[in-house]
């Protein structure tokens, strides 16, 4: 089972801690002051699920790479609903040459990371006040 907590720190600040990481935020900041934002965390949550299986991949498939960098954005929907659409997730591999059923087997591998699965899913959420 995975947990995560948050914890009301003052008006619009809170400290989110998982798996004991902590994450400050902070919605009475401008963006970019070193803090985030819950839908930025979750873009963040993505990106990183795919690192993970990017990496997993190149190293399984004894690809060599150098490095790698996973842009993950969206936009509020538009049609009033408070949720992202259209999340685009794009890779930038260093030092990697792949051909196009290689990028094909990647990108399918990929898409088998949990975030990745979960957000497709559409899960349901059981809230309760205690």
Do not use: Q, W
């Amino acid at each position: 089972m995975y947990n995560a907590s948050v914890r009301y720190l003052n008006p619009l600040r809170y400290e989110a801690s998982a798996d004991g990481g902590i994450v400050t935020i902070d919605l009475s900041k401008e963006p970019g002051a070193g803090t985030t934002t819950p839908l930025p965390l979750l873009l963040a949550s993505l990106a990183s699920c795919v690192a993970v299986y990017l990496e997993r991949y190149l190293t399984g498939a004894k690809i060599a790479f150098t490095g790698f960098t996973i842009d993950a954005k969206s936009a509020l929907a538009t049609d009033g609903a408070a949720s992202l659409r259209d999340i685009e997730v794009s890779l930038s591999i260093k030092g990697a040459s792949l051909d196009d059923r290689r990028r094909k087997a990647l990108i399918d591998f990929i898409r088998n990371c949990p975030v990745h699965n979960t957000l497709e899913g559409r899960p349901s959420i059981s809230m309760a006040v205690v």
